[in-house]
Structures are given as C-alpha cells and as structure tokens.
C-alpha cells in the first residue's frame, strides 16, 4: 500500500500467524479486530498505571493495591484511549508492533509494581518480580526498540517513588561532594541493587539483540530522514529540535495527521531567520518550566507527578529521536503511542491543579468532556479515512503538499483503477517535487509506454537507471519499450542488466522471451520462458507462449508436454487449457480437446476466441450444429472476430448443401 520503514527491530510472527488462524486467512476485518483488542487492553490496563503514577504505590494490609487517584486516572485513561494519534497503530496492522510493544511495556511497569507489595516502606523487595519485569521489558523491545525505555522508566520509579528521591537535593549533594551520600537512602533500600538489576537485564537484551541482528545500521536515504544527511551540525540539531516541537503539537492537536512525514512534507530549516524557529522556542519555554517545577517546587507530590510525566514523555521518545541512531522517518505518528503517556499525565495533572484553582468548576469539566468529545469526533473521520487507500493518500495532500511520496500514492492508487490520465497528473507532481524519485518516473514511463507516448517514457526511464544504476523494474520496463522502438539490441541489453541486479526476476525472462521471439531466435526464447517458469511456476504467460511457440513450430508433442505439465501446476488457469485444448484438436485427440475447451468456457464464458476455436474443432470434427451454436456465440461476443466470420460462412454454405442434398 505505501513504502514503510522501521528502526531496527524484530517483530514477532507468532502473533500474525494466531491471527491469521483465526481469520481465516489474509482478511482485514480479523486483523482490525485485534488491533482494537489490544488498544482496549491497554487503555484498561492504563487506569492501573495512571492510578500508580498519579496517586501513588500503597498497598494495604492484605497486600492489595489501593488507588489513591481514582478520577484523575479514569480521566488520563480516557484521554488515553480516544487521543486521535493512536489512529494509525490501531488503523494500521504496521500498528501491531507498537501495540504489542505498550502491552508488554505497561505489564513490565506493572510486574516492578508488584515488587513491593510485601512492604510498605521498601526496604524488602521481590527480586522474581524484578526480573519478571526485565523479561516482559526484553519482550517489548522484541516487538519495538521502545520497549527497552521501561527499564530506564522503572528505575526513575523505584527513586522518585519508592525511595522518595528529591533529585534536586541529591545534585547538590553529588556538586558539594557530600559524604552523607554514603549513607543515604540509594543504597539503605537496595535502590542501587535495583537499578544495577534493571542496568544487566537491558545490556543482555541489548546484546541479544546485536547478535541476532548483527551491528550495521538500515540503509535510510536523504528522503526518509533529510535532517539526519545534513553537512551542518546546526542545521541537524535545529531540525530534530523542530520535529521534537510537531510531536509535541501532535500531542496538543492531533488534526493534521498524515501517513507519510517524509519526502519534503517538512521542509529543512537552514537559517534563525525562519519563523518556524519560534517552535523550538516555545517547546524548550515549556519544557524548562515543566522541568524546573518538577526540580524545584516544594511540593514532593508535585514533584514526583511532573518528573514521572516528563520521563514518560520523553524516555520512550528517545529511540525515534535521532540523537543515538539514525532514524528513518521525520515524524511517525506510531512512535508517539508510548510517549503520550506522559502527556496524559499532565494534561490530566494539570487539569486537576485548575479545579481546586477554578469557582466555576462545571465550566472546566465541560471544556474536559469537550476536548474528549473532540477526540472521539477526530477518531471517527480519521477512522474513516484508513478505510480505504484512496481515502487515506487523498487525506495526506492538505496535510502534506510537498510530499512527492504523497502524491506518488494518490497517483498510483488511481492507476490500479484504471485512470491513467489522473494518474499521471500526480506523477508529474511527484516527480516535479522529488526530481530524483525513480519510483514515481518508472511508475509514469510504465502509462506513458502503454499509451504509446515511448520517446517520453524512454527518457523517464533512462534517467531512473541513470539515478538509480540498480533498480531492475527500470531497467526491465526500458528494455519494453526500446523493444516497442524496435531497438532491439539495446532492449536485450536492458533485460540482462535487470537481471543482473535481480537474479530472480521471472517477467524480466518473459519479457526477454518475448524479444526472441520477435526476432525468430525460438530456442533462446523458450529457454528464457523456461527460466521464467522455474522461478515462478505460476508464471501463466510464460507457460503459454512457449506452448504457442511450439504449436506454431509445429512441435505438437513437445507443446502438448508443456501443456500438461503447466496445467498440474495451475490446473485453473482457463487460458492454459484453451492454449492446449488448441494443440490436442490438431493433434486430433478432439474428445479430450472438446473437454478443454468447454472447462476453458466454464470458466470464463464470455471470450469470444474460446467458442470461435470450439466451432472449429466441431467443424474438424464434423459436429456441424455445434459448431453453428458457437460460431454464432462467438459473433455474438465479439462481431469483428478475426476468421469466425469466413468460417461460420464455410459452415453455412456446407450446411445448405448438405440440406439441399437430403431434400434432393
């Protein structure tokens, strides 16, 4: 449907292929079903997170967790659950990476949780649990990179929250070489134990990971992350610190949503004097407010609230961040699924420090229930909009206008329902917007070539492999129309460099089959229709233009052996059975060619050819009123037949004088 890339991860296929059992088969609706599943699941589970990280972790006598916040954790539950970016991963089944992800995440945030439930002051702890919550953290990581953030999230929960850690006091302490700090409450409640647990469990998975992963980065290219292959390292840091702020506004208002974020959606900022810069301003105004509220305030609840919500925020957001690694987007709205969490918390914080603030306090649950409203409304119609492909792509061009990729989509999807005019106005654009973007030029020079415009589309595509020295598809559909050119030489040429680049490429040999034919070089042409069946066996064309050659050499058995064995393989395929049923009725084996022909028909009834050649092996055979019946279907489906019309005369003729005989 569209190009998508992913960081280095290993997704799991056990979950697909439950799925696709219990679908039966590739089928949308089961895969959507899941997806919505496991989003409740997790917004369910997320009252028990809020309520731990809003209210606290106490536990009372019998050992059951108490929920000290129970509105507020509803309301950030809710928020959760209907924000409007979490569209695509519930929408997309691509989602199902980060969906799993969250699922194992908040179990792991969970299971630490549960480490402490035997005390109340911390100073015993389940270790099981902790190394519970290790493996389900290595088990989110397998399903995304972001999942490893939960260790790092723990441990900032273990100090704020069970250690009771003042961050700002521990600073002054570490700048004034304190020696108290030996004595002090990381290493009285086993924090340090902890944490040194949390820090071995994310090495070994880290490791795991690099041994069956190997160490080299994905192959990402200029369009999918522009920002990252900037010469400047001013112009890189003020970029991403750009796309941090759209996050963010995301986050705030989730409307303008799009699939796509590359491909010149947002354009590079390469100077302080570009108005976008007041952005950057504003997020880091915001963020250093929130971070000296979180540092210094007096308030120890407040405290732990806003560092747990910054660290929810902006842990999980680190690995799409660019700052380690390379990444191969500008914006995903998938990656933003973890991080939203700590937006909940303080918008919903925040909400709540306005209503001990507020007299009018049915004014601001309104405005709450509004912006809920709001987000359930913007759910739906972006709901709506995933529901088809047209739907999804045309929804990007207000979003994105300058993204080639965009408009590469909307062409294509146009182009597989037939409206090659259209299509190619969004391939123009596409390649206007990206010069270089060789998929949208093979795309196009693909339209031009079948509407016999090949001097444009040789250009097109002359200059794809001219860009792109590997890419086969260009290279095989140059060769096409070079043939069509009747550059024949230059087209073999073409199709061997394709192959070149993609040894397996059973229509570059069909294509290449189709070259040899036309030259009268009959063997090479069968050999290459041979390689092209042996790397694809259902290679329906090939299959029948070598028994077409053959039947037209006159090397009937060897056409009949071909025949055959293509139809074991595709004992479907009706054009199969036509293309042998044609060669039996010369070899004269007419019962089992008559049988061919009518399977043949049977499956598909209205081709004119099918019938007209029926008429004629009853005309062979000399069942003259059957080969009336279908010389007339076959006039019937197509008057312009090529040679039914002078046979069906021949028939009728023949039939007249034989009356006139019998009467006579």
């Not at 809710?78 to 691509?94: W, Y």
């Not at 035997?118 to 972001?146: D, P, T, Y």
């Not at 759910?379 to 088809?388: I, P, T, V």
Request: proline share 3%.
């Amino acid at each position: 449907m569209m190009e998508i890339l992913s960081l280095m991860i290993l997704k799991p296929s056990s979950i697909i292929r439950i799925n696709y059992l219990f679908a039966g088969g590739f089928y949308p609706v089961g895969f959507h079903v899941i997806n919505i599943i496991l989003h409740c699941t997790i917004s369910v589970l997320m009252v028990d997170v809020f309520s731990i990280l809003l209210g606290g972790l106490q536990f009372s006598n019998k050992g059951r967790r108490l929920n000290l916040a129970p509105k507020t954790s509803l309301l950030a539950a809710l928020l959760f659950a209907v924000h409007p970016v979490h569209t695509e991963c519930v929408a997309g089944i691509v989602g199902r990476a980060d969906l799993l992800c969250a699922l194992f995440f908040l179990l792991s945030f969970l299971g630490y949780c549960k480490a402490f439930r035997e005390n109340k002051e911390g100073h015993n702890f389940s270790i099981f649990w902790v190394l519970v919550s290790v493996i389900l953290g290595a088990i989110a990581m397998l399903c995304k990179e972001q999942g490893i953030t939960i260790l790092g999230l723990n441990a900032v929960f273990d100090a704020l929250v069970i250690n009771k850690l003042n961050v700002l006091e521990l600073i002054q302490k570490l700048l004034h070489k304190d020696k108290s700090l030996e004595n002090a409450v990381l290493l009285r409640k086993g924090l340090l134990f902890r944490i040194t647990l949390l820090m071995s469990g994310g090495a070994s998975i880290l490791y795991i990971r690099w041994r069956i992963m190997g160490t080299g980065p994905p192959a990402f290219t200029e369009v999918d992350n522009p920002a990252s292959f900037a010469d400047s390292l001013f112009v890189r840091a003020i970029n991403y610190n750009y796309y941090y702020s759209l996050n963010a506004w995301l986050l705030l208002c989730p409307w303008w949503l799009c699939f796509d974020w590359s491909m010149g959606c947002i354009p590079l900022i390469k100077s302080v004097s570009d108005w976008r810069i007041i952005a950057l301003a504003a997020l880091w105004f915001c963020l250093i407010g929130l971070i000296c509220q979180a540092l210094c305030s007096e308030d120890s609840h407040k405290r732990r609230i806003l560092t747990l919500g910054l660290g929810f925020l902006i842990i999980p957001f680190l690995p799409a961040s660019n700052l380690f690694f390379r990444v191969g987007f500008v914006i995903a709205e998938r990656v933003i699924y973890l991080p939203s969490i700590g937006y909940c918390i303080l918008f919903t914080y925040g909400f709540s420090l306005l209503s001990k603030q507020a007299k009018k306090k049915k004014i601001l649950a309104v405005a709450v229930l509004g912006i809920l409203l709001i987000n359930v409304m913007r759910c739906a119609l972006r709901s709506s909009q995933w529901r088809s492909e047209e739907q999804l792509f045309r929804s990007a061009l207000s979003v994105c206008p300058l993204n080639a990729k965009v408009h590469y989509n909307v062409g294509k999807n146009l182009a597989d329902k037939g409206n090659q005019s259209a299509a190619i106005k969004y391939y123009r654009e596409a390649v206007r917007l990206n010069p270089k973007y060789v998929h949208a030029m093979n795309n196009l020079g693909n339209i031009l070539k079948e509407r016999n415009e090949l001097q444009e589309a040789e250009e097109l595509l002359s200059l794809a492999v001219q860009i792109q020295p590997d890419f086969a598809a260009a290279w095989m559909n140059l060769g096409i129309v070079q043939n069509s050119l009747r550059r024949f030489e230059e087209a073999e040429q073409s199709y061997w460099t394709a192959i070149k680049h993609r040894k397996k490429y059973p229509d570059c040999y069909y294509n290449l089959g189709r070259l040899y034919a036309d030259l009268n070089r009959h063997v090479d042409a069968l050999n290459a229709w041979r390689n092209a069946t042996v790397l694809k066996p259902e290679h329906s064309l090939a299959w029948n233009n070598m028994i077409i050659l053959l039947d037209n050499t006159g090397n009937l058995a060897q056409a009949e052996a071909v025949g055959r064995e293509a139809l074991e393989l595709i004992p479907n395929d009706h054009s199969l059975m036509f293309s042998l049923a044609n060669v039996l009725g010369k070899s004269q084996k007419y019962k089992e060619s008559e049988a061919l022909f009518l399977k043949a028909i049977k499956a598909n009834p209205n081709a004119a050819s099918y019938h007209g050649n029926l008429a004629v092996l009853y005309h062979r055979w000399g069942n003259l009123d059957l080969a009336k019946k279908h010389y007339e279907v076959s006039l019937k489906l197509d008057p312009m037949a090529p040679g039914t019309k002078e046979n069906y005369n021949l028939l009728r003729r023949k039939l007249e004088q034989l009356q006139k005989k019998g009467s006579a």
